[in-house]
Each structure stands twice: as structure tokens, then as C-alpha cells.
């Protein structure tokens, strides 16, 4: 939209480009030596290490990296479906812990994808497939019962699209995991909770296990911030999920079963025709 595409190296060490969905930010950690945060638009959206690419920074991250843990026994290697890249923070975290993976990456903003191989290069031997589609339509290209693993994290103008958030779209989901995979989705929402409650309740007409991971201050209502929710056909590791969500440097809670179901109030599933993108966080957020 009439910004340059030129990057440019300020002197702090940043990269600053304009890509498809806003312009986007490297931000060097002063920390870390070879570790970066992405912004788009002035927000967080991904940091990585290319150093420890194990190593996650986000809350987030680190909750949808347990889902990634307790997919299967440790070092075993994975069939992952990530639906959103950003900086392919989560895609190098399963090629690092579970070598030999292979992995699918879905990401719109081809300008960002360029980006991130150019500044933030993968590991060459990393078995990582990058897409530059939208996140459904790449989504219906993979192969039925292919994934062990699914992940959503989508945000467009920091908020998740609405034809993501919809049962329809969980069936494509349902359809690419194999018997027993599991899905994980990053959604943000604040008080009332109406998106995350909406999401709850599409989860569970679609899946037989769901569970919620999030900080108590988010469930309560009193801020905005990040939820992971996690659904499978299978018994959910909730025991160990519980266990590590509550040792992170931010601890969360796990909600599931009936307190799960009544966290909903009520809401009904979304579908195609009255799905809404999830609401914007406010300025607040990100100062």
C-alpha cells in the first residue's frame, strides 16, 4: 500500500520491510545473540533463536510447544501441519526436538516468507515445506489422515480470520489428522470472552476431548490475552499438559470436562455463515 519494499538495517540492528500483510519488524534480542522478535503492524507476533530454536520466548509458544511435547513419545518424529509461519518459530521448535519430522507451513504473506528465509534462514536439513496460500485453501491440500499434529496460528491485523474459527474448517481439520492426532489452536480474545467461548463450543462439536490453556487473568475476564485450545478424538495428556502449563515462567491453568463446558455459558457453534474474525486487541496490548 505505497510503502517501499526496500529493507533497511537500522542502527540498532533491525530490519524494517513492508510485506503483504503490514510492515514487518526484526527486532534483534539484546539477550540473545542470534535470537529476533517479529512485529507486524507494531505487533508481536513470533521470536526465534536461531542459536536454540528449542528455545521459546512467548507464552504462547511455549503452551503450543507442550502440545508438540506430549504428541507422542519424546524424539519420535512428527507429521506437523502449521497453519500461520510468522517466523516459523513453532516449525523449527519440532524440527529441533524431533529430528526427521516432516513438516507442512502455511503462510499467506509470501513477502514475509521471503523475508524470514532471507534474515532468519532455516536449517537446511530441517524437512520444512513452506506454502504461500491462504491458510484453508492450503489447509484442503493435504492429504487425509497425513497429520499427527495441526496448528493454528493465524492473525490477520491481530486477529484471526473468520473463516478459520468455523466447524466447516475444523472438518477440513479433522480431515487431514489421522485417527488420534491432535489440534491446537492460538486464539486471543478479552472480556465478555464471546470469541473464545464460540471457539470452545465449535471445538466440541467437532472433537470428543478438548482442553483450554490459558492465564487465569484471561479466563476470569480481566484482560486480553492468548488461549490455547487443544482437541483431539483421543484422551487428551491432561495430567502432564496441567504439569507443565502450571512450571512456565507465566503459569496457566487447564480448564477441561465439565468445567470446560460450562466456561462456554451456553454458546453455540460457529459456522461458515455467521463466523466473525475474533475482536481486536485494544492499543493497550502492545504498549
Known sequence: MGKSRKSRREQ???VVEAVDGGLAELIPDRDRARAWT?????????????DDPAFLSFEYQRRLGHVVDLAAPPGRPLRAVHLGGGALTLARYVAATRP????????????????????LPLDPAARIRVRSTDAREGLAKVADGWADLVLLDVFSGARTPAHLTSTEF????????????????NLADGPPLAHLRGQIATVAARFAEAALVADPAVLRGKRFGNAVLVACDAPLPLAELTRRAASD???????????????????????????????????????
Open 12 to 14: 540498532a540492528g533491525a
Open 38 to 50: 517479529l512485529l507486524i503492524d507494531g505487533a508481536p507476533q513470533s521470536h526465534v533463536d536461531l
Open 100 to 119: 526427521r519430522s516432516t513438516q507442512q507451513v502455511v503462510e499467506r504473506d509470501a513477502a514475509l516468507v521471503r523475508l524470514v528465509r532471507r534474515d
Open 170 to 185: 475444523l472438518d477440513e481439520v479433522r480431515r487431514a489428522l489421522r485417527p488420534g492426532g491432535l489440534y491446537a489452536a
Open 249 to 287: 515462567p507465566h503459569p496457566a491453568r487447564v480448564e477441561h470436562g465439565r468445567t470446560l463446558t460450562d466456561f462456554t455459558g451456553g454458546a453455540t457453534p460457529v459456522t461458515d455463515t455467521a463466523a466473525v474474525a475474533s475482536p481486536a486487541p485494544p492499543p493497550s496490548v502492545f504498549r
